[in-house]
């Protein structure tokens, strides 16, 4: 029988928007946002879209997923109705030893895969880190651990008074540069994006959590949940559009100490556990 959905290769699901940690060049502007989906308005996306898309994994993340209230029921819902995808938890992974067993426990009762990602390396941190992966791997999880300190990309710039700045590119030539073009479609409220950048600084801009130098991101068009198969094939099959400039058209990396700078070195225990923007 003919697959009636189009596939995907990544659906991402910013199920919070706020995160613990507030690091610099955020793709996903953790450190600007706050707030969370609740269940109930998730699951009203999942069920819209279930008919049209079938993604080969679906990712819950954020912000910091950790940080959902109905965590557990979203972990179920989500493959409940993909049920014919891969699952998999994207997370900084300090809130860990906050967690009670039962998100553990949903966690392998629904295979998901877990991505632990470590966004510096510092004694300080790595102290944290290392315990709070332990906590996983008592609960019988092997994480993947994505070496995010490795290499961060700026996706936007730092203006002097330290908001958040588009850059202004060549549409074309930051498509050229873009590291997820096509690969991580993102819903967010009921609507599909080609990328999570333009998903996430429009809702910033929506949200009034960036000002206005981000009208750019606002003027996309993403798919609403009543397109027909043709739009949803053509949509992602589209090349660059207009407020592709938002982005670089070269890759610039953060380095270690800009991605964690608001944090201050001395102050890492209260800023990783529990400290953040999640209101």
């Given at each position: ?5 189009v596939?995907l290769i990544?659906l991402e ?6 995160c613990n ?5 955020c793709s ?14 998730l699951?009203v996306?999942?069920k819209a879209?279930?008919?049209k898309?079938h993604p080969?994994n679906?990712?819950i993340?954020?912000?910091?997923p ?6 557990e029921?979203?972990i179920y ?8 995808s ?7 992974g ?6 009670d067993?039962?998100?553990f ?8 895969n ?7 390396d510092?004694?300080?941190?790595n102290k944290i880190?290392?315990k709070?992966?332990g ?6 999880i092997l994480?993947r ?8 990309m700026?996706?936007?710039q730092?203006d002097?008074l ?6 202004d ?12 073009r096509?690969v ?10 080609r990328c999570?950048?333009l998903?996430?600084?429009s809702?910033?801009?929506r949200?009034g959590f ?7 991101a606002?003027?996309?068009?993403p798919l ?12 992602m ?6 407020q592709?400039s938002?982005?670089p058209?070269e890759?610039q990396?953060?380095d ?10 001395p102050?890492f ?5 529990g400290g953040?923007n999640h209101?």
């Amino acid at each position: 029988m003919e697959e009636l959905r189009v596939r995907l290769i990544n659906l991402e699901m910013n199920v919070v928007y706020a995160c613990n940690l507030k690091c610099e060049y955020c793709s996903h502007l953790g450190r600007f946002m706050k707030g969370h989906v609740p269940l109930k308005e998730l699951l009203v996306w999942y069920k819209a879209w279930n008919p049209k898309i079938h993604p080969e994994n679906v990712r819950i993340m954020g912000g910091e997923p950790l940080l959902h209230p109905d965590l557990e029921k979203v972990i179920y819902e989500t493959r409940k109705h993909w049920n014919d995808s891969s699952i998999e938890l994207i997370t900084n992974g300090l809130l860990f030893s906050k967690m009670d067993a039962c998100i553990f426990i949903a966690l392998k009762n629904i295979q998901a895969n877990v991505t632990v990602s470590k966004h510096f390396d510092d004694p300080s941190y790595n102290k944290i880190f290392d315990k709070e992966i332990g906590v996983l791997e008592y609960h019988g999880i092997l994480p993947r651990i994505q070496q995010s300190n490795g290499g961060w990309m700026k996706c936007y710039q730092i203006d002097s008074l330290g908001h958040p700045k588009p850059f202004d590119s060549d549409p074309e030539k930051a498509w050229n540069n873009c590291y997820v073009r096509n690969v991580c479609a993102t819903l967010i409220d009921n609507q599909l994006y080609r990328c999570p950048q333009l998903g996430c600084f429009s809702y910033a801009r929506r949200k009034g959590f960036v000002n206005q130098d981000w009208k750019t991101a606002l003027e996309y068009k993403p798919l609403s949940s009543n397109c027909s198969r043709k739009d949803l094939e053509d949509f992602m099959n589209a090349g660059a559009c207009d407020q592709c400039s938002i982005c670089p058209e070269e890759f610039q990396y953060a380095d270690m100490y800009e991605k964690i700078n608001p944090f201050g070195l001395p102050a890492f225990h209260r800023y990783f556990c529990g400290g953040g923007n999640h209101e």
